[in-house]
Structure formats: structure tokens, C-alpha cells
């Protein structure tokens, strides 16, 4: 385990490895997000506020994702505690960064589908910043946490796809990220019964108790959207002209 880059490095360096590896994995997320909207002709200024929302959001739900641990809310930290001391939360990020999107749209009056650029974006700051939980985080019992080497894997494996191929592909607006959340739920639920978090009811934890519930859903929509015949190909126009 190695908690700062000077433990990693051997050096004399007070910094955190989890903190840097994050940094670097949001780095690297929104320089995935500008590259891709560019080439998808995204110029509009106000995405700058998009993004923001989607970092403020996903910071904010990051800490305070996990504060509801009791059904007996005065056995619950305050949210100042919370904050302070409380575990991050990858899923209440992702679910964060979702409403921050949302609300800073509606701010600032941009109507177009963001979750194309999105998709490869998280994927790729993903990988990048579970190194440093690989790294860092030690596993229950003692030694390092090896449950994050599949998870490292998943997201450069579905950042690889999405880029070299999917975006390529003429899908309805906004349906990356949309299969990228079903890919990465289902992936979740079943790493889950490695990873060492605390089983609370049925067996299953609490990050497995609300895939169960949310992914079904993601599922069902991606379904409804199939059978519409809204993932068909879409003639061209001048196959329409050819066609006429």
C-alpha cells in the first residue's frame, strides 16, 4: 500500500496517491470530452458549464453519497461529518455528476445530448483514477486490494471500444453513456462479491443493493429503444435522394 506518491516513488513526497490518480483520471476525462466535441462540432461555450456541473455534482454526491448507513437517521454522521470524514462513493460520483449535468443544463438553456462525449470520457478517467485506489486502498485483513485490477480493466477495455469503434457508429444521441452505465452496473454488481464491502441484507451490499435496482431499469430502456428500431441504421442522405 502506499498512501503517498513518496511511498511509491522512494522519494520524499507528501502527496496522496489516491488524490493524484484522481486528478490525473479527471485530467485526462476532460481532455477526452474536448476532443470529442470538437470532432462532433460541440463549440457551444456554455459546455464549459455542463462540465462544470457534472464536476461539482459528482464531488458533491462523491462524499456525501454514502452518509445514509442507518434507517435510524440520528445514527447517521452529520453531513459536515460526513463530508469531512466519510467513505467517496464511485456510484454516488457517477449518480452526482448525472444530476449536475442536468441542473447546469437547464441553467444555462443547452438542449443538446451530452452523454456521446461523456461516455468515453468517464471511462477513461475511471481507469486512471482506480489506479490510485489499487494502490492505496488496502484490502480487509491487510495487503492491497487487488479487486480493482478487473475494475482497471473494464473501464480501459469499454474506453477502447467506445473510442475505436462505437463512436464511429450513427447511434441515437446521448446512447453511449447510456450503454456505458448498463455495462459498467452489471460489471459492478458481480465484482462486488470481491471486493470486501460490507454485506448489509440478502447478501448483498449496499453499492449491490442499488444496481439491483437501477440496473433493470437502464436494461428495460436499452430494450424499449431496441425494439422501437431506434439502434437501426439510418439511410444517408443521398441514399434518401437515390431512393426518391
Same mark, same amino acid.
Given at each position: ?12 513526497? +507528501? ?7 484522481? *486528478? #490525473? ?11 470529442? $466535441? ?10 464549459? =458549464?455542463?462540465?462544470? &456541473? *457534472?464536476?461539482?455534482? &459528482? ?6 453519497? %454514502?452518509?445514509?448507513?442507518? !434507517?435510524?437517521?440520528? $445514527?447517521?454522521?452529520? @453531513? /459536515?461529518?460526513?463530508? /469531512?470524514?466519510?467513505?467517496?462513493? =464511485? ?5 452526482? *455528476?448525472?444530476? &449536475?449535468?442536468?441542473? /447546469?443544463?437547464? #441553467? ?5 445530448? %451530452? ?18 485506489? @489499487?494502490?492505496?486502498? +488496502?484490502?480487509? &485483513? ?14 480501459? !477495455?469499454?474506453? $477502447? ?8 457508429? +450513427?447511434? +441515437? ?26 454485506? =448489509? ?10 444496481? $439491483? ?12 429503444? #431496441? ?10 442522405? %443521398? ?6
Amino acid at each position: 500500500m502506499y498512501p503517498t506518491l513518496g511511498d511509491l516513488l522512494g522519494v520524499r513526497l +507528501p502527496v496522496g496517491t489516491h488524490a493524484t490518480f484522481v *486528478a #490525473l483520471g479527471v485530467l485526462a476525462a476532460v481532455v477526452v470530452f474536448v476532443v470529442e $466535441a470538437r470532432r462532433r462540432g460541440h463549440t457551444d461555450d456554455r459546455l464549459l =458549464v455542463v462540465v462544470t &456541473g *457534472a464536476l461539482v455534482g &459528482g464531488a458533491l454526491l462523491m462524499r456525501l453519497g %454514502t452518509w445514509l448507513q442507518h !434507517a435510524d437517521l440520528r $445514527a447517521n454522521a452529520s @453531513l /459536515a461529518e460526513q463530508w /469531512a470524514y466519510g467513505n467517496r462513493s =464511485v456510484l454516488g460520483g457517477l449518480v452526482g *455528476a448525472w444530476l &449536475g449535468v442536468h441542473v /447546469a443544463k437547464r #441553467l444555462c438553456g443547452y438542449r443538446l445530448r %451530452t452523454g456521446d462525449l461523456f461516455a468515453p470520457a468517464v471511462a477513461l478517467g475511471m481507469a486512471v483514477g482506480r489506479v490510485g485506489c @489499487l494502490l492505496s486502498e +488496502p484490502r480487509p &485483513g491487510g495487503g492491497t486490494n487487488w479487486s480493482f485490477v478487473p475494475e482497471i480493466g473494464f473501464h480501459a !477495455a469499454t474506453f $477502447a471500444v467506445i473510442w475505436w469503434g462505437l463512436r464511429h457508429r +450513427p447511434l +441515437p444521441p446521448g446512447e453511449l453513456f447510456v450503454w456505458w452505465v448498463a455495462a459498467y452496473g452489471v460489471f459492478r454488481l458481480g465484482i462486488e462479491f470481491v471486493r470486501g464491502n460490507e454485506v =448489509v441484507w440478502a447478501g448483498l451490499t449496499r453499492p449491490q443493493l442499488f444496481l $439491483a435496482v437501477t440496473v433493470p431499469l437502464v436494461l428495460l430502456r436499452i430494450a424499449v429503444r #431496441l425494439r422501437s428500431g431506434a439502434y437501426r441504421p439510418r439511410p444517408s442522405a %443521398t441514399e434518401e435522394l437515390v431512393a426518391r
